[in-house]
């Protein structure tokens, strides 16, 4: 399976909102309601903040949000932090030999 | 509270085997709705979902394509983790892997508990 494909790099000023894509094709991300979004600082194991598109895990911030529309799933974050700075990566899970595929990754910067 | 740790060597010569180990503790590696997965992640592939191992009356295993051939993923219950071996290593290998639970609660089944990871470099 090929990579979902994210932009490379997202940047905001404090307080903002940003919105990081993931764009899969229509036999992953757009035939499911399977996407997962991952939070990853350098140097940290990756942390999970969103499953089934929408909910997030126990304590994780309110400020994480996700949403999709055919090919295309969509992170938000609000109200972004410096702590916000980190790898983000989507995946999409399919029921096959081959479950699980990762999108290319963003970094997100705080100004 | 799940853990997961991590040990293995981090250096490797081409052509040999990598064997990494994750020991589960607030977990079983045996429980009927979570599978053990690794991953890895590099600067030229981002991350990358290698294979997974889990019960369901019986021990299954499935592999990424990309390294199906030289991947086996076996549960050990006695000592209750899981491990990785990779046979015929390249450079092209070199990267952190991670071991992760997925968890069945959810249909996207998403992977809510990561190891430590482990540098692994092969290198002549």
């Known amino acids: 399976q090929s990579a979902l494909t994210q932009p490379a790099s997202v940047s905001g000023s404090p307080g903002q909102s940003i919105t990081i894509s993931c764009t899969g094709t229509?036999?992953?991300?757009?035939?499911?309601?399977?996407v997962s979004w991952y939070q990853h600082h350098p140097g940290e194991a990756p942390k999970l903040i969103l499953y089934?598109?929408?909910y997030r895990p126990s304590g994780v911030s309110n400020r994480f949000s996700g949403s999709k529309s055919g090919n295309t799933a969509s992170l938000t974050i609000s109200g972004l932090q410096a702590e916000d700075e980190a790898d983000y990566y989507c995946?999409?899970?399919?029921?096959?030999?081959?479950?699980?595929?990762f999108g290319t990754g963003t970094k997100v910067t705080v100004l | 509270q799940v853990q997961l740790q991590q040990s293995g060597p981090g250096l490797l010569q081409p052509s040999q085997t990598l064997t990494l180990t994750c020991v589960i503790s607030?977990?079983?590696?045996?429980?009927?709705?979570?599978?053990w997965n690794w991953i890895r992640q590099s600067p030229s592939r981002g991350l990358e979902w290698l294979g997974r191992?889990?019960?369901?009356?019986?021990?299954?295993?499935d592999y990424e394509v990309s390294v199906q051939g030289r991947i086996t993923i076996n549960p050990d219950t006695s000592k209750n983790q899981f491990s990785l071996q990779l046979n015929s290593v390249t450079p092209d290998d070199t990267a952190l892997y991670y071991c992760?639970?997925?968890?069945?609660?959810?249909?996207?089944?998403?992977?809510?508990?990561w190891g430590q990871g482990t540098p692994v470099t092969v290198s002549s």
């Open positions: 229509s036999s992953d991300i757009g035939a499911y309601t399977f």
């Open positions: 992760a639970r997925a968890n069945y609660n959810s249909p996207s089944v998403p992977f809510d508990s």
């Open positions: 995946s999409s899970y399919t029921n096959t030999i081959s479950p699980y595929v």
């Open positions: 607030g977990d079983s590696v045996s429980r009927n709705n979570a599978a």
């Open positions: 089934d598109v929408t």
């Open positions: 191992t889990y019960y369901r009356s019986r021990w299954y295993r």
